[in-house]
Each structure stands twice: as structure tokens, then as C-alpha cells.
């Protein structure tokens, strides 16, 4: 088979899926005659292909899809009125501390939050798909540890963790409800509730519910990626994380 027609079923195959496919399941369309490497050089070029249409092909977390870029989503609104669901700013408050801090106990968000974690919040970003338990703290109760899931990210249009945006500076003009907005308006995923929001995200230099010095604030705020060395570590220690990790 040629190149062009290799393109052509990969391409079929892609808009015809209902969810992101794997680079190994593509593969079998081919009857694994194609390696890894060769599928992923088409889908690169394929990539190019869409470049300049409405719609393009993404790699998240789970695998590849065709999409449509997010300046189109006001278009494609007005043939679909129906809008995402909203969230309280609770919620989303909840989301990012698990996102960026993660694994995290119910005990951990609290301790940041400044609040009682609502188990409400908790079973919603659960039955989203968004977070999940991937074991326990070896302590007193052994709590639950949580962390976001593959569903997370490929709603959020994101590969990995490390895609989610830096947050190492506190008196920048964003902060990490705004840039979890950000990125779930773009996919039409994330929406506060607008009599919460007041028309806006908070800024940095306001104090978010519950939270009462800037002190919280900087522990809500850090990179994914020194948060995965924090994960490994609680992995690798005595009496660290226990169970399936991600």
C-alpha cells in the first residue's frame, strides 16, 4: 500500500471513531504491516493535510482524533444551543488542586482550600470521568488518594499533565481557575457558574473562598511536572502511596 492510500484509511478510520484511537489499534488496520514510527510519520503529515480546515487531528491522552478547532466553536454552537455544564467555582477549585497537586487526599484539598470538602463535589468530578481514586495514603485511615484521569485530558485536549499551563508566578494575571477555564472553554468542557464567576474569573491577588493568605494560595499554585516527582516519591517511600497509580 502507498503512502497516499495509508493516509486515506487512517484518515477514514479517524473521523468514522467515536473516541481518540491508539496508535496500536490503528496499527491493525494494516495487519500490522506498518511499525509505530511509519503510522506516526502519517499522521504528522496528515496533520498538515487539515492545517488549514475548520477541522483538525489532535493527539491526547488516549490516542488521535479529528476535532474541530475552537475558533469554530461559536459557529458550531448555533446549530447546537445546548450549552456545557457549569460548575460551581467550589468545583472547580477542587479540579485544579487535584490536577495540579495530585495524588491528593479529601484531607489535602481542605488543608488548601481552607473548607470541608463537599463529597458531592467529589462524586461529580468522579461520575464526570474526571478524577478517580488510585489508591491510599499509608496513615491514620488510610484516605483515599486522587488523581485526574485520561478522560481529564483528552476532554481538556491535552497529551499529558505537563500540557497543562505553568503556574510559577503568583502575581501574574492568571491563576489556576482561570487557566483551567481557559482551557475547558476552548473545548467546551468547563464552564463556572455564572452567578459565581460574577462574569469573570478571580485574579490572583483575590483571595479565593476559604482560602485565607496568599501563603494557601502558593500552595495551590506549581507545575505538573514537580508535582509528578512528588507522586513518584510517595510511591517509592515507606509508607507512601499504595494501589494503581497512573
Not at 487535584?98 to 461520575?127: F, W
Not at 514537580?226 to 507522586?231: G, I, S, T, V
Request: aromatic content about 4%; proline content about 6%.
Amino acid at each position: 500500500m502507498n503512502t497516499v492510500d495509508a493516509k486515506r484509511v487512517l484518515e477514514t478510520a479517524l473521523i468514522c471513531a467515536a473516541q481518540p484511537m491508539a496508535v496500536r489499534e490503528l496499527r491493525v488496520l494494516f495487519d500490522d504491516a506498518l511499525g509505530s514510527d511509519t503510522l506516526k510519520v502519517l499522521l504528522q503529515e496528515l496533520q498538515q493535510d487539515w492545517a488549514l480546515r475548520g477541522v483538525e487531528l489532535v493527539q491526547v491522552a488516549s490516542g488521535w482524533r479529528f476535532q474541530s478547532r475552537p475558533e469554530m466553536r461559536e459557529y458550531l454552537d448555533k446549530l447546537h444551543p445546548e450549552k456545557p455544564p457549569r460548575y460551581s467555582r467550589a468545583t472547580l477549585e477542587t479540579l485544579a488542586i487535584i490536577a495540579y497537586r495530585q495524588p491528593v487526599t479529601r484531607g489535602d484539598i481542605e488543608d488548601i482550600r481552607g473548607v470541608t470538602v463537599n463529597s458531592l463535589i467529589v462524586k461529580q468530578l468522579e461520575d464526570r470521568g474526571w478524577v478517580e481514586v488510585i489508591g491510599h495514603r499509608e496513615t491514620v485511615g488510610r484516605p483515599a488518594l486522587f488523581a485526574t484521569t485520561r478522560q481529564f485530558l483528552d476532554d481538556l485536549g491535552l497529551q499529558s499533565l505537563d500540557q497543562l499551563p505553568v503556574l510559577d508566578d503568583p502575581t501574574g494575571s492568571s491563576n489556576v481557575l482561570e487557566a483551567m477555564a481557559s482551557l475547558g472553554s476552548m473545548q467546551g468542557t468547563l464552564e463556572m457558574d455564572g452567578d459565581e464567576a460574577t462574569n469573570r474569573p478571580p485574579r490572583v491577588n483575590e483571595e479565593l473562598p476559604g482560602m485565607e493568605s496568599h501563603e494557601a494560595q502558593q500552595q495551590m499554585l506549581g507545575k505538573p511536572s514537580a508535582e509528578k516527582d512528588l507522586r513518584d516519591e510517595q510511591v517509592g517511600a515507606p509508607g507512601g502511596v499504595t494501589g494503581n497509580n497512573l
